[in-house]
């Protein structure tokens, strides 16, 4: 069985929780789909954690962290460049320091293995495209999407969890929440994008952190409370951090 984690961002309580939630499990691999940095208070911490993982992408935080961010509003710009600074100040020796540079900088924008895609954003744009629920309306965008996966597409980036299903001959979509399917789905031979949520800042009306579990064609999503007023006390204790950044993890959004 596997974990998949994604959308960190910095937030290192919620990833703990998720971490020792995962332990709990029959769980022999753990692959996480990117952005392990940006808008939280523990990018150093979150980069160590994640570097034990079997499987990690890059995501467009991670990118932005190493190189100057294309696309990002002001409070995630300058959460951006903080991040950047505390990696390359952290009070580790130097081979620490660039042991974490090198992991982001090696990591791939996307991983197949078994028929299964991997990816932060989508199999179109693996970096940057965000697909939201309300795309399965927007046929065009979902067909091209869609005719680059070969099954099944795991994949993070809005912090919306949620299973995107292409439904043949009729040609719609369809979009379940993981509480229109009691928070488990089975594989069923269609075309299917799973969106797997976000660790440190979900953004579908629930602060819990967000992951889920994989064990054959079997999807089980998992929500996991954890200390989050630690994490809003840090933001808030930072300058470079908006407090808002803050805010909108008590509100899932």
Known sequence: ????????????????????????????????LGDIVGYGPNP????????????????????????D???????????????????????????????????????????????????????????????????????????????LVERYCFQGHTHVPGIFV???????????SPEDVDHLYRLDGRKTLVNVGSVGQPRDGNWRACYVLLDGDLIRYRRVEYDIDTTVKKIYAISELDNFLGDRLRDGR
């Open 44 to 67: 150093r911490e979150c980069v160590d954690q994640v570097m034990k993982c079997k499987m990690v992408l890059l995501g467009n935080h991670d990118q932005g962290a190493m190189f």
């Open 1 to 32: 069985m596997k974990a998949l984690i994604s959308d960190i961002h910095s937030n290192l309580e919620a990833l703990q929780a998720v971490l020792d939630d995962i332990g709990r499990h029959n769980v022999s691999e753990i692959y996480c």
């Open 69 to 147: 961010p294309d696309g990002f509003n002001a409070p995630a710009e300058k959460a951006i460049f903080w991040t950047r600074s505390q990696l390359e100040s952290s009070p580790e020796n130097r081979q620490k320091r660039e042991q974490r540079w090198e992991f982001l900088a090696e990591r791939p924008r996307t991983f197949k293995e078994d028929g299964f895609l991997f990816v932060h954003g989508s199999a179109r744009n693996p970096l940057n495209e965000y697909v939201f629920p309300e795309d399965i309306y927007n046929q065009r965008k979902m067909d091209r999407i869609f005719a």
């Open 166 to 176: 292409e439904n043949l001959p009729e040609e719609i979509y369809q979009f379940h």
